[in-house]
């Protein structure tokens, strides 16, 4: 009856008043945009920080160059903060992926390492050239029998919260790298650590298992971080990584999904930090990145949209830099599949591919062709190839194999992994159909990719397959002992090529355990000449790492292991 | 009081419809191929130490368990931990939800406030240039992928004339682009419901009456025309929320605005169970509360629909 009568009223009024239904209605509505604005509202201070700062450059930026209106407002409104020894500027970098945590030990790709290592120093790093050199560490020793690392630490370093850098602190930072209650994704590297042993206040002793050569390039990835501080902090390290490190810039804020911000350490040990700050934007399409670039809403981005970098170089006020990174990009064979197994039918493979064509054309020029099984800058480094483009020969290799009308294979790879991967396998597969191989191209996400390339010998389906492979720690070893020796079938290690050779597994264990870096380099070029002829995979090129940034700045260098050194860039 | 039953009917259905897509989403996740913790440990990873995050995250238990675990934690609103970034779900969702909010309450702002009279003006002005215009508008907008229009506003707005940032949201006028943007795929439909109900009603002989009986144009369009076109239009609304969330996945990664859409689609892409859980549980609850309050705007529009039937 209520209802009946209150929709009389209506009618009769024709005007329209709320009924019950009506309110409880609006009163959902309300409470949700209530809620979200709550919500949003409770996000806006950390926000504003950076708000305050970006209006200035839109404001202004339609009179002056942005990059130098930057500089100038960032400089007085810093001097007050920080130390004056700083220039002031504020370094704004565009990056593809966010941070899963900032926990250093808990880093797993290189675009996050690269700022995790402004905040926290490891006591060696690789440098440009691929040699690698003491940060923290003074220098080391290593025992006889290959086991026992002795390390002396620079004296003098505090961390940024005040603690001294010693040898409590490196063996604080191991034990917990392996403690089992921390996440350490790249826990892998550092399980032949047996213990560690603090000798004295600058002197440690890493005990290993057995010999591991590559173990100075392992510590390479363990930054080490304040023991006070990380306990204080205990799970908000992910989040908050305040006054953990000895670098040069100290953790400020996250705003998950769009920027880290750091700021100068005043007391770094190593001379005063160049900027006062540094932004790094989390933006994931590169179109959008070059868009900031050139708006001047960033000075500098990682990986740009390769097919634009030809218009990006012809700019002024834009410059485009980039190098031959460590990842090779390569197609894996199963050697224990059908005609794959015949050596000659997987070097005719490698002779089909025009590898030249398809970095300038498919790759707008970002690679270069692969001429050994190690990159260019890593110990033991020969160059044996590349297999030179001969469909001849590749024919009269597949006939001599006894496949001279070839045969069908399928050949896997994921989408949107690597650069242009899906378009490399396809031009991939119409050289191999140029000789006479019918080639079947499947393409697959990330994670059901990774899932199939794993899988035992027993249960492959695996024949050919694209892959990039670029070990966090650039040394000989990563490059091919998990790859090529027979003790390393999926899902053990990473032979998913089934590739087995009792000389080339000799050489691969001499390799993991020999000291001498002479001696070993001898090794890994025995070991090319061995790999580079069984052929397990169709070599391909070295994929290109590039960056762009604006031209006031200056001194932008690249590591090969896809970083940059921020450190070294100067601004104006 | 029937209005008050009907709520009670309604937000069970809301409950069920929570909770089956929670279920269906456990089971959906877990049928496609991939391994968290491999994923996490990249593929040159030994076997102990994918185990152990795998032990870290309770994915080692018989999937049965896991989902009993799941929904139990469910009914005190806990969503676990996140594998890739270890922190409470729910905290990950509350840092992310917000924007996402925020950037399709201003798009739908947009579409309504620009779809309706532009939807409304088209039919008043039916077959003359204006209403080709916004017809061929119409299908634009619907034709038009998101991600181009979005690159497009980029390079025009932010890269040629400076005038807006073309990323991020730490900027309050940041959200313009991106909310035009969403705005777009949404308003088109408004726009074409509009004129389409305008026209239909335009030729009610309660219409014809109003301006017989010498009303003034405005109040008939106003009063007795939009009124009554307006049903259709939101029940339009209600449907395009789904493609406001759709849009918004694509919107956030053009744009960078660091919503909730771009956390699913990372997450998925991480197989990180619990986020993706967590986030498709929350996107369909308010989903399922949305479609409530849309529903109940109908009997606040049109008084002949009446909630929960005779009384």
Redesign the interface.
């Known amino acids: 009856m209520k209802t009946s009568k209150r929709k009389s009223t209506y009618n009769q009024t024709g005007f329209r008043s709320l009924s019950t239904t009506s309110v409880l209605a609006l009163v959902v509505l309300v409470a949700i945009v209530i809620a979200a604005a709550l919500l949003f509202a409770k996000e806006s201070p950390v926000t504003q920080t950076t708000s305050t700062q970006q209006t200035t450059i839109q404001t202004t930026s339609t009179t002056k160059p942005p990059s130098s209106t930057t500089s100038q407002k960032t400089t007085s409104m810093q001097q007050t903060t920080t130390q004056q020894a700083t220039s002031g500027k504020t370094l704004r970098v565009g990056i593809g992926v966010d941070a899963d945590t900032l926990d250093p030990a808990g880093q797993t790709t290189t675009t996050i390492s690269n700022i995790i290592r402004l905040i926290a120093e490891p006591l060696f790093i690789t440098s440009p050239n691929g040699t690698i050199v003491p940060v923290l560490a003074d220098s080391y020793n290593v025992s006889s029998n290959g086991t026992v690392y002795t390390i002396k630490l620079k004296k003098g370093i505090k961390f940024q919260d005040g603690e001294p850098l010693n040898s409590e602190a490196v063996k604080f930072t191991l034990e917990r790298i392996l403690d089992p209650n921390v996440k350490v994704p790249s826990r892998g590297n550092f399980l032949l650590i047996d213990h560690v042993e603090a000798v004295d206040e600058y002197t440690v002793n890493i005990y290993l298992k057995k010999p591991f050569a590559p173990f100075l390039g392992v510590l390479t990835s363990a930054y080490i971080i304040a023991p006070n501080a990380t306990k204080q902090l205990g799970d908000k390290i992910a989040n908050n990584p305040a006054g953990i490190g000895t670098g040069p810039y100290m953790f400020k804020e996250w705003v998950k999904g769009d920027h880290i911000t750091l700021v100068a350490n005043p007391n770094y040990w190593n001379g005063t930090p160049y900027f006062s700050q540094m932004i790094f934007k989390v933006v994931p399409d590169a179109s959008t990145r070059e868009a900031m670039l050139l708006s001047g809403d960033l000075d500098l981005i990682i990986q740009p949209p390769p097919s634009d970098l030809a218009s990006l170089s012809s700019r002024g006020d834009v410059k485009v830099s980039w190098t031959i990174s460590t990842r090779e990009m390569y197609i894996g064979i199963n050697t224990q599949y059908g005609p794959l197994n015949d050596t000659r039918v997987r070097q005719a493979l490698n002779y089909a591919i025009d590898k030249d064509s398809l970095i300038k054309y498919v790759l707008f020029g970002l690679g270069s062709p692969e001429d050994s099984i190690l990159p260019p800058f890593v110990l033991g480094h020969i160059a044996v190839g590349p297999y030179q483009y001969d469909p001849q020969k590749a024919k009269q290799l597949l006939a001599q194999a006894g496949y001279p009308n070839g045969f069908s294979v399928t050949l896997i790879t994921p989408n949107g992994r690597y650069l242009f991967d899906t378009q490399v396998a396809e031009t991939i597969a119409q050289y191999l159909r140029d000789i006479g191989i019918q080639v079947n191209v499947r393409t697959y996400d990330w994670p059901t990719y990774v899932s199939t390339i794993l899988a035992p010998l027993n249960k492959t389906e695996l024949q050919l397959f694209l892959l990039g492979w670029s070990p966090s720690v650039p040394d000989p070893y990563f490059y091919t002992f998990q790859l090529f020796h027979s003790s390393q079938f999926t899902p053990n290690g990473f032979n998913n090529f089934f590739y087995n050779n009792t000389e080339a597994d000799k050489l691969l264990e001499l390799g993991a355990t020999t000291t001498d870096p002479q001696l070993r380099a001898q090794i890994y070029q025995n070991l090319t000449k061995i790999v580079w002829n069984d052929a397990p995979m169709i070599f391909l090129y070295y994929q290109g790492f590039v960056v762009a940034y604006r031209s006031t700045l200056s001194n932008v260098v690249l590591f090969p292991y896809e970083m940059v050194d921020f450190a070294s860039i100067r601004m104006g | 009081?029937?209005?008050?039953g009907?709520?009670g009917k309604r937000l069970i259905g809301v409950a069920v419809v929570v909770i089956s897509v929670s279920i269906f989403m456990f089971v959906l996740l877990r049928s496609?191929?991939?391994?968290p913790a491999?994923?996490?440990?990249?593929?040159?990873?030994?076997?102990?130490?994918v185990e152990?995050?795998k032990e870290?995250y309770g994915l080692n238990d018989p999937l049965p368990v896991q989902l009993i675990k799941y929904l139990e934690n469910l009914f005190t609103l806990n969503l676990g931990t996140s594998v890739?970034?270890?922190?409470p779900v729910i905290v990950?969702i509350?840092?992310?939800?917000?924007?996402t909010?925020?950037l399709s309450?201003a798009a739908l702002f947009i579409a309504v406030a620009i779809g309706v009279p532009l939807g409304a003006y088209a039919a008043l002005k039916k077959d003359s240039p204006i209403d080709y215009f916004v017809t061929a508008l119409i299908s634009v907008g619907t034709a038009m992928p998101t991600?181009w229009l979005g690159?497009m506003l980029?390079?025009l707005f932010?890269?040629q004339l400076?005038?807006?940032?073309?990323?991020?949201?730490?900027?309050?006028?940041s959200i313009i682009l991106p909310a035009i943007t969403l705005s777009l795929p949404v308003m088109a439909p408004i726009a074409k419901t509009t004129r389409f109900t305008f026209l239909e009603v335009l030729k009610e002989d309660f219409v014809k009456l109003a301006v017989a009986k010498g009303l003034r144009r405005k109040t008939v369009i106003f009063?007795h025309v939009m009124k009554n076109a307006m049903v259709p239009v939101v029940t339009v609304l209600g449907l395009q929320l789904g493609n406001l969330m759709k849009g918004a996945v694509i919107t956030e990664?053009?744009?960078?605005w660091?919503?909730i859409g771009?956390?699913v689609v990372?997450s998925i892409?991480?197989?990180d169970y619990p986020m993706v859980q967590g986030a498709i549980f929350v996107l369909a609850l308010?989903y399922a509360?949305?479609n409530?309050?849309v529903?109940?705007?109908y009997?606040?529009i049109d008084?002949r629909i009446?909630?929960g039937g005779a009384?």
């Open positions: 009081m029937a209005a008050i009907f709520f496609i191929p991939g391994d491999r994923l996490l440990a990249g593929f040159d990873a030994p076997p102990e130490v152990q995050i870290r890739r970034t270890d922190s990950e509350l840092h992310r939800l917000p924007y909010l925020y309450a991600f690159l980029i390079l932010s890269v400076k005038l807006l940032p073309a990323g991020g949201a730490g900027n309050p006028s009063k990664t053009v744009f960078a660091p919503g771009r956390l990372d892409f991480a197989r308010i509360l949305i409530l309050a529903d109940s705007l009997a606040a008084p009446r909630l009384s």
